[in-house]
Protein backbone atom coordinates (compact mmCIF):
# COMPACT_ATOMS: atom_id res chain seq x y z
CA UNK A 1 0.00 0.00 0.00
CA UNK A 2 2.98 2.61 0.89
CA UNK A 3 5.03 1.21 -2.09
CA UNK A 4 1.95 1.95 -4.36
CA UNK A 5 1.31 5.64 -2.46
CA UNK A 6 4.48 6.24 -3.48
CA UNK A 7 4.42 5.21 -7.10
CA UNK A 8 1.30 7.62 -7.52
CA UNK A 9 3.02 10.35 -5.56
CA UNK A 10 6.31 10.39 -8.17
CA UNK A 11 3.79 10.08 -11.31
CA UNK A 12 1.82 13.19 -9.84
CA UNK A 13 5.29 15.02 -9.22
CA UNK A 14 6.65 14.36 -12.77
CA UNK A 15 3.42 15.63 -14.14
CA UNK A 16 3.77 18.80 -12.39
CA UNK A 17 7.42 19.12 -13.43
CA UNK A 18 6.81 18.47 -17.25
CA UNK A 19 3.77 20.93 -16.91
CA UNK A 20 6.36 23.49 -15.39
CA UNK A 21 8.12 23.40 -18.77
CA UNK A 22 8.02 26.43 -21.54
CA UNK A 23 6.00 24.41 -23.78
CA UNK A 24 3.53 23.50 -21.68
CA UNK A 25 2.78 27.22 -20.26
CA UNK A 26 2.96 28.47 -23.92
CA UNK A 27 0.25 25.90 -24.89
CA UNK A 28 -1.87 26.88 -21.98
CA UNK A 29 -1.47 30.01 -23.09
CA UNK A 30 -2.83 29.63 -26.52
CA UNK A 31 -5.61 27.98 -25.56
CA UNK A 32 -6.62 30.98 -23.34
CA UNK A 33 -5.94 33.10 -26.49
CA UNK A 34 -7.97 31.13 -28.72
CA UNK A 35 -11.01 31.35 -26.20
CA UNK A 36 -10.40 35.18 -25.53
CA UNK A 37 -9.08 35.40 -22.19
CA UNK A 38 -6.48 37.76 -22.72
CA UNK A 39 -5.36 38.42 -18.99
CA UNK A 40 -4.95 34.43 -18.82
CA UNK A 41 -2.94 34.34 -21.59
CA UNK A 42 -0.54 37.12 -20.57
CA UNK A 43 0.07 35.20 -17.29
CA UNK A 44 0.79 31.92 -18.79
CA UNK A 45 3.35 33.47 -21.44
CA UNK A 46 4.97 35.27 -18.34
CA UNK A 47 5.69 32.04 -16.33
CA UNK A 48 6.74 30.53 -20.28
CA UNK A 49 9.03 32.75 -20.68
CA UNK A 50 10.59 32.10 -17.10
CA UNK A 51 11.03 28.65 -17.59
CA UNK A 52 12.35 29.22 -21.28
CA UNK A 53 14.90 31.29 -19.87
CA UNK A 54 15.90 28.44 -16.62
CA UNK A 55 16.15 26.10 -19.97
CA UNK A 56 18.24 28.35 -21.81
CA UNK A 57 16.28 27.90 -25.14
CA UNK A 58 16.64 31.30 -27.10
CA UNK A 59 14.30 30.39 -29.88
CA UNK A 60 11.06 29.44 -27.50
CA UNK A 61 12.03 32.85 -25.21
CA UNK A 62 11.84 34.59 -28.61
CA UNK A 63 8.50 32.94 -29.50
CA UNK A 64 6.92 33.52 -26.21
CA UNK A 65 8.18 37.29 -26.25
CA UNK A 66 6.91 37.61 -29.66
CA UNK A 67 2.93 36.35 -28.14
CA UNK A 68 3.16 38.31 -25.32
CA UNK A 69 4.10 41.63 -27.67
CA UNK A 70 0.93 40.33 -30.16
CA UNK A 71 -1.29 40.62 -26.74
CA UNK A 72 -0.05 43.97 -25.55
CA UNK A 73 -0.29 45.43 -29.23
CA UNK A 74 -4.06 44.53 -28.87
CA UNK A 75 -3.82 46.16 -25.68
CA UNK A 76 -3.00 49.39 -27.73
CA UNK A 77 -0.10 49.09 -24.91
CA UNK A 78 2.39 49.75 -28.07
CA UNK A 79 5.25 51.03 -25.72
CA UNK A 80 5.01 47.54 -23.87
CA UNK A 81 4.67 46.01 -27.25
CA UNK A 82 7.77 47.56 -28.89
CA UNK A 83 10.43 46.51 -25.74
CA UNK A 84 8.73 42.69 -25.66
CA UNK A 85 9.87 42.62 -29.63
CA UNK A 86 13.52 44.25 -28.73
CA UNK A 87 14.50 41.39 -26.81
CA UNK A 88 14.25 39.10 -29.44
CA UNK A 89 17.11 37.62 -30.78
CA UNK A 90 15.90 37.42 -34.00
CA UNK A 91 19.39 35.63 -35.22
CA UNK A 92 18.56 32.38 -33.72
CA UNK A 93 14.67 31.85 -34.59
CA UNK A 94 14.14 29.34 -37.20
CA UNK A 95 11.90 30.63 -40.56
CA UNK A 96 8.70 30.07 -38.72
CA UNK A 97 9.54 32.05 -35.83
CA UNK A 98 11.14 34.70 -37.80
CA UNK A 99 8.16 35.29 -40.11
CA UNK A 100 5.90 35.31 -36.87
CA UNK A 101 8.47 37.91 -35.37
CA UNK A 102 7.53 39.63 -39.13
CA UNK A 103 3.87 39.31 -38.13
CA UNK A 104 3.75 40.43 -35.37
CA UNK A 105 5.91 43.43 -35.98
CA UNK A 106 4.35 44.95 -38.78
CA UNK A 107 0.65 44.17 -37.31
CA UNK A 108 1.87 46.70 -34.15
CA UNK A 109 2.95 49.18 -36.61
CA UNK A 110 -0.64 48.87 -38.99
CA UNK A 111 -2.74 48.76 -35.58
CA UNK A 112 -0.59 52.52 -34.63
CA UNK A 113 -1.28 53.24 -38.79
CA UNK A 114 2.48 53.22 -39.07
CA UNK A 115 2.06 52.03 -42.65
CA UNK A 116 5.63 53.33 -43.74
CA UNK A 117 7.61 51.08 -41.03
CA UNK A 118 5.08 48.14 -41.57
CA UNK A 119 5.82 47.64 -45.39
CA UNK A 120 9.67 48.36 -44.64
CA UNK A 121 9.66 44.93 -42.87
CA UNK A 122 7.32 43.62 -46.08
CA UNK A 123 10.31 44.45 -48.38
CA UNK A 124 13.12 43.11 -46.21
CA UNK A 125 11.45 39.83 -45.65
CA UNK A 126 10.38 37.49 -48.12
CA UNK A 127 9.61 33.52 -46.73
CA UNK A 128 8.33 30.67 -49.46
CA UNK A 129 5.72 29.63 -47.77
CA UNK A 130 4.01 32.63 -46.23
CA UNK A 131 1.30 32.76 -43.84
CA UNK A 132 -1.87 34.38 -44.75
CA UNK A 133 -1.48 36.45 -41.42
CA UNK A 134 2.01 37.52 -42.70
CA UNK A 135 0.57 38.51 -46.13
CA UNK A 136 -2.15 40.53 -44.92
CA UNK A 137 -0.46 42.65 -43.14
CA UNK A 138 2.00 42.85 -46.00
CA UNK A 139 -1.02 43.43 -47.90
CA UNK A 140 -2.12 46.26 -45.48
CA UNK A 141 1.12 48.22 -45.14
CA UNK A 142 1.28 48.42 -48.98
CA UNK A 143 -2.57 49.71 -48.78
CA UNK A 144 -1.59 52.41 -46.62
CA UNK A 145 1.41 53.35 -48.48
CA UNK A 146 -1.05 53.85 -51.96
CA UNK A 147 0.62 50.89 -53.53
CA UNK A 148 -2.20 49.02 -54.43
CA UNK A 149 -0.49 47.12 -57.03
CA UNK A 150 1.52 45.57 -54.21
CA UNK A 151 -1.26 45.54 -52.11
CA UNK A 152 -3.13 43.01 -54.64
CA UNK A 153 -0.31 40.97 -55.31
CA UNK A 154 -0.30 39.98 -51.31
CA UNK A 155 -3.62 39.03 -51.11
CA UNK A 156 -3.52 36.70 -53.85
CA UNK A 157 -0.82 34.54 -52.62
CA UNK A 158 -3.54 34.02 -49.67
CA UNK A 159 -5.06 30.77 -49.66
CA UNK A 160 -9.08 31.88 -49.27
CA UNK A 161 -10.01 27.91 -48.82
CA UNK A 162 -7.43 27.44 -45.63
CA UNK A 163 -8.27 31.03 -44.46
CA UNK A 164 -11.47 32.34 -44.92
CA UNK A 165 -11.37 34.88 -42.56
CA UNK A 166 -8.44 35.81 -42.70
CA UNK A 167 -8.26 36.68 -46.22
CA UNK A 168 -11.96 38.37 -46.16
CA UNK A 169 -10.86 40.93 -43.02
CA UNK A 170 -7.33 41.64 -45.07
CA UNK A 171 -9.69 42.47 -48.33
CA UNK A 172 -11.68 45.03 -46.67
CA UNK A 173 -8.65 46.59 -44.86
CA UNK A 174 -7.18 46.86 -48.29
CA UNK A 175 -9.95 48.43 -50.15
CA UNK A 176 -10.77 50.61 -46.94
CA UNK A 177 -7.25 51.99 -47.30
CA UNK A 178 -7.56 52.03 -50.99
CA UNK A 179 -10.65 54.68 -50.76
CA UNK A 180 -13.13 52.44 -51.99
CA UNK A 181 -16.87 51.47 -50.31
CA UNK A 182 -15.71 48.66 -47.46
CA UNK A 183 -18.86 48.77 -45.40
CA UNK A 184 -19.83 45.04 -47.73
CA UNK A 185 -16.68 44.02 -46.68
CA UNK A 186 -16.16 44.47 -43.51
CA UNK A 187 -19.98 43.16 -43.03
CA UNK A 188 -18.76 39.99 -44.42
CA UNK A 189 -15.40 39.36 -42.24
CA UNK A 190 -17.53 40.44 -39.64
CA UNK A 191 -19.28 37.11 -40.10
CA UNK A 192 -16.63 34.85 -40.63
CA UNK A 193 -14.61 36.51 -37.78
CA UNK A 194 -17.75 35.62 -35.59
CA UNK A 195 -18.11 32.35 -36.88
CA UNK A 196 -14.59 31.13 -36.62
CA UNK A 197 -14.80 33.11 -33.05
CA UNK A 198 -11.44 35.61 -33.67
CA UNK A 199 -12.47 38.12 -31.12
CA UNK A 200 -10.41 40.92 -31.55
CA UNK A 201 -10.94 41.02 -35.11
CA UNK A 202 -14.29 40.72 -34.47
CA UNK A 203 -14.08 44.13 -32.06
CA UNK A 204 -11.54 45.81 -34.23
CA UNK A 205 -13.75 45.53 -37.35
CA UNK A 206 -17.26 46.73 -35.84
CA UNK A 207 -15.50 49.69 -34.42
CA UNK A 208 -14.24 50.33 -38.24
CA UNK A 209 -18.00 49.89 -38.98
CA UNK A 210 -19.53 52.31 -36.29
CA UNK A 211 -16.32 55.18 -37.73
CA UNK A 212 -17.56 54.38 -41.35
CA UNK A 213 -21.39 55.03 -40.94
CA UNK A 214 -21.71 56.82 -37.77
CA UNK A 215 -24.17 53.74 -36.42
CA UNK A 216 -23.21 53.71 -32.67
CA UNK A 217 -24.65 50.35 -32.15
CA UNK A 218 -21.22 48.99 -33.98
CA UNK A 219 -19.54 50.86 -31.21
CA UNK A 220 -21.31 49.33 -28.41
CA UNK A 221 -21.08 46.27 -29.59
CA UNK A 222 -17.25 46.88 -30.27
CA UNK A 223 -17.07 47.75 -26.90
CA UNK A 224 -18.58 44.65 -25.48
CA UNK A 225 -16.26 42.36 -27.52
CA UNK A 226 -13.59 44.06 -25.91
CA UNK A 227 -14.89 44.10 -22.61
CA UNK A 228 -15.33 40.68 -21.95
CA UNK A 229 -11.42 40.10 -24.06
CA UNK A 230 -10.17 42.24 -20.92
CA UNK A 231 -8.78 44.88 -23.12
CA UNK A 232 -9.04 48.23 -21.37
CA UNK A 233 -7.77 50.74 -24.15
CA UNK A 234 -9.58 49.80 -27.05
CA UNK A 235 -12.86 49.56 -24.50
CA UNK A 236 -12.53 52.84 -23.74
CA UNK A 237 -12.37 54.35 -27.10
CA UNK A 238 -15.44 51.93 -28.34
CA UNK A 239 -17.46 53.21 -25.59
CA UNK A 240 -16.35 56.47 -25.87
CA UNK A 241 -17.97 56.41 -29.52
CA UNK A 242 -21.15 55.00 -28.45
CA UNK A 243 -22.18 57.53 -26.42
Given at each position: MVKRVYVIFCI??????????????????????????????????????????????????????????????????????????????????????????????MEFY?????????????????????????????????AGNKKNGEADAYLKKINKKNSPGQFAFYEARVADLNGGKPKELYENALRLSSEKKQYFISGVILLRLAELTGNKDYATRSASVFSELGLAKPFQKAEEMAK
Open positions: FMLAVGVFAESGDYAYQAKKYFSQGRYGNAYDQYERALGEARKEADLVSEGRILISMAMLAAHAMEYEAAKKLLDFVRTDVLDEKSKEYFCKTYNLQGKYKEALEIANRYSFKKASAAFLGEAAIAA
